[in-house]
Nanobody, 121 residues
Framework: QVQLVESGGGSVQAGGSLRLSCVVS????????IGWFRQAPGKEREGLAL??????YVRDSVKGRFTISQDKTKDTVYLQMDSLKPEDTAMYYC????????????????WGQGTQATVSS
């Protein structure tokens, strides 16, 4: 059984930082691809950052503020979020189980339960 457990969300003021963590366990296709997505109320899921075969990718919309990293010894992936803005308020999800390196949410088979980040102005 695949489990992804996110943590680290919370409430911060604009300009603040949060560090999200996701612990991954279980067997699934292609352990070399992992990513972070988010979904704001009334909006579609949005891909933010991926690690594909050890190479990090960050969406242009958050580049310079968000950083993805991985500790394979702990089966954990992180999303460091700096200079947060109110529009970053969303539920953040860790994902695995894709056969391609893509920001398309439909390509990812397994999703965590999410961790909420709320940024106030």
């Amino acid at each position: 059984q695949v489990q992804l457990v996110e943590s680290g969300g919370g409430s911060v003021q604009a300009g603040g930082s949060l560090r999200l963590s996701c612990v991954v366990s279980g067997n699934f296709y292609n352990r070399n691809f992992i990513g972070w997505f988010r979904q704001a109320p009334g909006k579609e899921r949005e891909g933010l950052a991926l690690i594909c075969t050890g190479i990090p990718y960050v969406r242009d919309s958050v580049k310079g503020r968000f950083t993805i990293s991985q500790d394979k010894t702990k089966d954990t992936v992180y999303l460091q979020m700096d200079s947060l803005k109110p529009e970053d308020t969303a539920m953040y999800y860790c994902v695995v189980g894709a056969s391609t390196c893509t920001y398309d949410p439909s390509a990812w088979q397994y999703w965590g339960q999410g961790t909420q980040a709320t940024v106030s102005s």
